[in-house]
């Protein structure tokens, strides 16, 4: 009984990490520009995976940061290599544009994609960990 316990403790950690929503810092993995406002988070994720979704109004030069401090570049077949990379589901504040074009950078770490787009002032940023 005392080994099934930590194991058991474990699984609960999992599944209540799972369903909280994650700081603005843990979705993007570094810290929010002191230029941001009107920040909105939401978490689809799951026990394995999932998309973490970030909102925010920041200035044009701090996405410039964002992007090289996170090694963000354009990629031409984007929306042929991920459909999903612009989708939200079930949020109702993600109204980015779904489209491919230079204001839509991506970046691929170890078992994650990120995709952000820079859109009338807003900063939209996907994280899909699989």
């Known amino acids: 009984m005392r080994t099934i316990r930590p194991f058991l403790f474990a699984i609960c950690l999992g599944l209540t990490a799972c369903s909280r929503t994650p700081s603005a810092q843990e979705v993007l993995g570094v810290p929010l520009p002191v230029s941001a ?20 109004s920041i200035s044009s030069a701090d996405y410039m940061v ?37 204001a839509t950078l991506f970046a691929e770490q170890p078992s994650t994609y ?11 940023f996907k ?4």
Request: aromatic share 12%.
């Open 127 to 130: 994280r899909h960990v699989y």
């Open 37 to 56: 406002s009107d920040v909105r988070v939401s978490n689809k994720g799951g026990l394995f995976g999932g998309d973490s979704y970030l909102s925010a």
């Open 66 to 102: 964002l992007t090289q401090q996170l090694s963000l570049r354009h990629r031409a077949d984007l929306l042929e290599y991920w459909p999903s990379a612009l989708a939200a589901h079930d949020t109702a504040w993600w109204t980015v544009t779904v489209t491919n074009d230079s």
């Open 114 to 124: 990120i995709v952000t787009r820079f859109e009338g002032g807003r900063l939209y």
